[in-house]
């Protein structure tokens, strides 16, 4: 089973709002990641998590706050959020941190709107 | 450095015809990988293949097939007998043996199958 699940599905928030983005696998991967998907664009690749510690931080504005509370859940937490962080968020997660050319599995995303 | 070129940024064929889709690779590491990924309007990136760069042999997955030339530096997929359900954005990605977790993709094919 390669299913990686994220909640929720969609999100509407204003600039002053905080919300969090929830990421789950059960697969016993133990890297995962958080991209943005802008509109026609790749993937962007914003953070990495190997063995439940940030190992690779894209130069994210510091309004978006990655966490990992244990080897299966991955969180984003966002506060003041600008109309041009509106994107799908995508989370994904990969076998063995050591082994950096594994195969990222993705979950279906969150479409974020930021009024 | 690492660039993925998909040439083809928008492809419309009507269903049961075969369709190539081209990617292009740059890397100057002689060990490395790479994917193809599937991104159906639903948004969640679907894994399809991984290649690394030591293993030439061409793949066939039903009615999925990849071609990977060294020579060359591509790795092009083919559908045949195209399907209205594939149509969907599909991404080329690379990732150097030691160049950490960060994958390139390339800008993506959207392939469109008419009824």
């Known amino acids: 089973d390669t299913e990686v699940t994220q909640t929720p599905k969609h999100l509407v928030m204003g600039m002053t709002n905080k919300k969090s983005l929830k990421c789950e696998q059960h697969m016993g991967h133990r890297a995962m990641y958080w991209y943005k998907q802008k509109a026609k664009k790749p993937p962007e690749l914003m953070f990495v998590y190997s063995y439940e510690k940030l190992s690779i931080n894209e130069s994210v504005p510091s309004r978006f706050s990655p966490e990992c509370p244990n080897s299966s859940l991955l969180n984003l937490h966002l506060h003041a959020l600008q109309p041009e962080d509106s994107a799908l968020y995508l989370c994904?997660?990969?076998?063995?941190?050591?082994?950096?050319?594994?195969?990222?599995?993705f979950g279906p995303g969150t479409r974020l709107t930021v009024l | 450095a690492q660039k993925v070129t998909q040439a083809q940024t928008e492809i419309s064929v009507v269903e049961k015809e075969d369709v190539t889709l081209d990617c292009v690779y740059e890397t100057r590491d002689t060990t490395y990988y790479l994917f193809w990924y599937k991104q159906p309007p639903s948004g969640e990136l679907v894994f399809l293949i991984r290649r690394n760069s030591f293993d030439e042999q061409n793949e066939i997955s039903g009615r999925y097939s990849w071609n990977f030339q060294k020579s060359t530096s591509s790795f092009n997929f083919t559908i045949t007998a195209s399907q209205v359900v594939d149509s969907a954005v599909y991404f080329c990605?690379?990732?150097?043996?030691?160049?950490?977790?960060?994958?390139?993709f390339g800008p993506g094919t959207r392939l469109s199958v008419l009824p």
């Open positions: 994904a997660s990969s076998q063995d941190p050591s082994g950096n050319t594994d195969t990222q599995y």
């Open positions: 990605a690379l990732n150097q043996n030691n160049y950490g977790q960060n994958f390139v």
